[in-house]
Nanobody, 120 residues
Framework: QVQLAESGGGLVQPGGSLSISCAASGSIIIVDDMGWYRQAPGKERESVATITRGGSTNYVDSVKGRFTISRDNAKNTVYLQMNSLEPEDTAAYYC??????????????WGQGTQVTVSS
């Protein structure tokens, strides 16, 4: 089994910054794509940013230029630096990872979510 543990999140004022991270652990052989999704109340879950093992990134248009995703392959950890936060960024943020575990199956794993609230 593979577990994803998120940290960070919280309350920040509009225009502020926040960083969240997610570490994968357990029966991991290798982690491929990692990313962050978010879900606001009453809305569908959307992809915010993804990053391949090689470092190629992709962002939803609404966060381009404000958010930066990065990862540390040695630590199986993915980070999301969020700047110029807006109230519309308020949501539960979920970490995602596609990993090959010791059962020799590729599986998609999800974290439990961390709340980010942007409000004055």
């Amino acid at each position: 089994q593979v577990q994803l543990a998120e940290s960070g999140g919280g309350l920040v004022q509009p225009g502020g910054s926040l960083s969240i991270s997610c570490a994968a652990s357990g029966s991991i052989i290798i982690v491929d794509d990692m990313g962050w999704y978010r879900q606001a109340p009453g809305k569908e879950r959307e992809s915010v940013a993804t990053i391949t093992r090689g470092g190629s990134t992709n962002y939803v248009d609404s966060v381009k230029g404000r958010f930066t995703i990065s990862r540390d392959n040695a630590k199986n950890t993915v980070y999301l630096q969020m700047n110029s936060l807006e109230p519309e960024d308020t949501a539960a943020y979920y970490c995602y990872a596609r990993a090959l575990d010791k059962s020799i199956y590729w599986r998609d794993y999800w974290g439990q979510g961390t709340q980010v609230t942007v409000s004055s």
